[in-house]
């Protein structure tokens, strides 16, 4: 066990294992809360993905960046540019790439564009009919519309088969009505006949073109808050598989749209969700109403009142403590079992039997504990708040307290990835997902390794959510800077042990299995990458 793991709840015991913080404790002053103690920390504070948050009022000024870079680079109008930019799914780099590795006329030929020709039926008389290959009516030229193609028609047939696309949800790429043409139409042309028509239809087509600069970017996404932030969260790197946090305070998976799940993997996740929805209520009602045979691991329920029970294997066992027993009772005892006393030291069954309910009600409990444990320690911010002003209220040496509330967070976040990491632990281990994808022993050993570490989070993550419940308001000076010390040490204990649960499943479990379908989200030392505002 690492030397930094604390694992006595006396505090005799820890202060005996304080000895290498103290001896420079007399030279070293924590003024910024966690920096200094964070310093001492090797290789923990990754950078975060940069993001920013896009609100319906900066939406405008996030597309016109793109669509600027494409203009200025090929000379085009804003209508061909985001014609290409929806094609190849709002990616610049992507349209540079294949213009210089393809040449122009791929570019555009492969997205529809054409670059605007002569138009050979503009009449010498603006009397002059010309006939509409669509309807095949005579109409006067001023009532007819051509686009980049060359393509001319009169203008209601235009406007009914551009109505026709936008109430489909095609309006982001409409195309020439002509047989076989497949140029993308004028969007500013499509505006002006649709609006002479349907004011409220063209508005619709406006949206369309505007969000789609969301729906159709891997690089942006709308945030999954439930109602609806309106806001949308742009990466800036190509690190597709991180969590964000919008501005509305929500943190999700980039990748999935799900709540932040890491250390687990997307798939991981989805399975797990799945199966929480359709066997968690089974498993709490087996916790309730029934026991697991000794012998076959099957449940069992009791339906009478003698404390011995047979399962239909026919192994007959005590329903006080699950131990397998005779057949030979009488009404107060089973002969040659006794169950009275608490036996030290009993292993849990349900962590190595086969039987794949079992296992996952071992997990479960221990998931929805630390679920439970999070959604209580969330209340503690306004409790923390207050023992803070009044330590400031006091007249201390030490003026600064954000040791407090930064331990919350570290408390917070240590919680959330021990929690996900029991569905890890789950499907790796287990004969669902990666069957026969290590060896018994690799198993064993890889196995041994993560529950060490998950063990050594789980204790320590313990103590620093004990230290934050204490009143230390209330303590003398000398035990509120113990308290501080102790809160801060721990801090950054459980921060180096989510580091190295991130790197065991990163580097030890998934990299000899189906990695390419199992990335987890990079660890930040900061948490959960804050989104930034995008200028409007």
Same mark, same amino acid.
């Given at each position: ?14 202060? $005996? ?18 920096? +200094? ?22 939406? @405008? ?19 061909? !540019? ?18 210089? +590795? ?8 492969? !997205? ?16 002059? +009919? ?18 980049? #193609? ?102 999700? #998976? ?16 989805? @399975? ?21 045979? =000794? ?10 009142? #003698? ?71 969330? $209340? ?11 330590? +400031? ?14 331990? @919350? ?30 060896? =018994? ?18 204790? $320590? ?21 113990? *308290?501080?010390?102790?809160?801060? *040490? ?47």
């Amino acid at each position: 066990m690492e030397d930094y793991t604390y694992i006595s709840s006396d505090d005799d015991e820890w202060d $005996n294992n304080q000895d290498y913080n103290n001896d420079d404790d007399d030279d070293c002053e924590f003024d910024d809360g966690f920096s +200094e103690i964070e310093q001492q920390s090797i290789g923990i504070c990754q950078k975060a993905p940069s993001c920013k948050v896009i609100r319906k009022e900066s939406l @405008l000024a996030a597309q016109k960046e793109d669509l600027q870079r494409v203009m200025d680079l090929l000379s085009l109008k804003e209508h061909h !540019a985001r014609s290409l930019l929806i094609h190849y799914r709002w990616e610049a780099d992507k349209v540079f790439a294949v213009f210089v +590795e393809r040449g122009s006329e791929k570019l555009y030929a492969e !997205a529809g564009v054409t670059l605007e020709g002569k138009d050979e039926l503009i009449p010498t008389l603006s009397t002059a +009919e010309l006939t509409c290959q669509i309807c095949f009516e005579d109409v006067p030229v001023e009532q007819t519309t051509v686009m980049d #193609c060359n393509h001319r028609f009169c203008n209601d047939c235009w406007t009914t088969h551009f109505s026709i696309n936008i109430n489909e949800g095609k309006s982001k790429r409409v195309t020439c009505m002509a047989q076989k043409c497949n140029v993308i139409c004028d969007e500013g042309k499509i505006r002006d006949l649709v609006t002479a028509k349907d004011p409220i239809l063209a508005e619709k087509f406006d949206r369309f073109l505007l969000e789609s600069y969301i729906d159709d970017n891997k690089r942006v996404k709308w945030c999954p808050s439930v109602p609806h932030c309106g806001n949308a969260i742009r990466i800036e790197d190509d690190e597709y598989c991180c969590e964000v946090e919008c501005a509305c305070g929500v943190q999700f #998976c980039f990748n999935c749209l799900s709540e932040a799940h890491s250390p687990c993997s997307c798939m991981m996740w989805r @399975l797990w969700m799945t199966k929480c929805k359709n066997d968690g209520k089974t498993v709490m009602w087996i916790n309730e109403n029934a026991k697991h045979c =000794p012998k076959c691991h099957n449940a069992v329920e009791k339906n009478g009142g #003698c404390n011995l029970v047979r399962c239909r294997c026919g192994q007959p066992f005590c329903w006080l403590c699950g131990g397998a027993t005779g057949f030979e009772h009488t009404w107060s005892s089973i002969r040659g079992h006794t169950c009275g006393s608490y036996k030290e030291g009993e292993k849990d069954k349900a962590a190595n039997v086969g039987n794949d309910l079992l296992r996952y009600t071992y997990y479960y409990e221990r998931y929805m504990v630390h679920c439970d444990s999070l959604k209580l320690e969330a $209340n503690m911010k306004e409790k923390l708040h207050s023992e803070v002003l009044l330590l +400031e209220a006091r007249e201390l040496q030490s003026k600064d307290f954000s040791w407090a509330e930064n331990g @919350l967070c570290r408390l917070l976040q240590s919680r959330r990835i021990l929690s996900c990491s029991y569905p890890v632990s789950f499907y790796v281990f287990g004969q669902s997902l990666f069957k026969n994808e290590m060896t =018994p022993k690799e198993m064993e050993i890889k196995q041994n390794l993560f529950e060490n570490l998950q063990q050594q989070l789980e204790i $320590n993550v313990e103590r620093l959510s004990m230290f934050l419940e204490e009143p230390f308001a209330d303590y003398p000076e000398e035990k509120v800077l113990e *308290t501080r010390m102790k809160i801060m *040490t721990l801090s950054t204990v459980t921060d180096n042990l989510c580091e190295k649960l991130y790197d065991c499943i990163d580097n030890d479990l998934l990299v000899t299995l189906e990695q390419a379908t199992h990335t987890i989200a990079r660890y930040s030392s900061n948490g959960v990458a804050k989104a930034s505002e995008l200028p409007n």
